[in-house]
């Protein structure tokens, strides 16, 4: 089965640049969406389209894709936006969704 | 402002089926623009996707549920449904309906609150 690859954490200071990748085979024909949880809540949409970002969304989120991987990256990392951070695609077929793993993001 | 509202029971008992609803307001479920979804997450684990289903009735499952689910859609109620026969104690989780926008690509952009499924006897 198709599966998407994030690293299981990311750790940086306030004000810094934290970035999430997420790699999958079909991600150079597919496109990526990034997620938000915090705990107790439904995940939230920050990017869609593997670089847009939903009216609503902090211009500090931002998108990129690069072969088979994509990346979230939030610069200017504020104590908000500390949060569970999920890919999510779909395979080659274009027929079935696949979550990454997710990544812990911590605010020192 | 589309909102989405899970129902069912919490407690399931091992073998049996679990039974959810979600309850679509704010707009119409029989919108060609979006695939209404199911996704899961287990106590402190990740989200997996469960399935989607169009307005008319077509399913996509994910292959490793697919022989113990069904998902149905109702127009008339505006709602979608999941079914989830032979339980166990590993498909205890939160179960979340989402909406999955076609002009986003496909990205689901409203979810519900979630409702907690516990399988146990």
């Known amino acids: 089965s198709y599966e998407l690859t994030q690293p299981p954490s990311v750790s940086v200071s306030p004000g810094q640049t934290a970035r999430f990748t997420c790699s999958g085979d079909a991600l150079p024909k597919q496109y990526a969406y990034w997620y938000q949880q915090k705990p107790g809540q439904a995940p939230v949409l920050v990017i869609y389209?593997?670089?847009e970002r939903p009216s609503g969304i902090p211009e500090r989120f931002s998108g990129s894709s690069s072969g088979t991987t994509v990346t979230l990256t939030i610069s200017g990392v504020q104590a908000e936006d500390e949060a569970d951070y999920y890919c999510q695609s779909v395979d080659s077929s274009g027929s079935y969704g696949v979550f990454g793993g997710g990544t812990k993001l911590t605010v020192l | 402002q589309v909102q989405l509202q899970e129902s069912g029971p919490g407690l399931v008992k091992p073998s049996q089926t679990l039974s959810l609803t979600c309850s679509v307001s704010?707009?119409?479920?029989?919108?060609?623009?979006?695939?209404w979804s199911w996704i899961r997450q287990p106590p402190g684990k990740g989200l997996e996707w469960i399935g989607y289903i169009y307005y008319s009735g077509s399913t996509y499952y994910n292959l490793s549920l697919k022989s113990r689910l069904t998902m149905s859609v109702g127009t008339s109620k505006n709602q979608f449904s999941l079914k989830l026969t032979s339980v166990t104690a590993a498909d205890t989780a939160v179960y979340y309906c989402?909406?999955?926008?076609?002009?986003?690509?496909?990205?689901?952009?409203?979810w519900g609150q979630g409702t907690m499924v516990t399988v146990s006897s």
């Open positions: 989402a909406r999955a926008h076609g002009a986003l690509g496909g990205a689901f952009d409203i």
């Open positions: 389209k593997d670089s």
């Open positions: 704010g707009g119409s479920i029989s919108s060609g623009d979006y695939f």
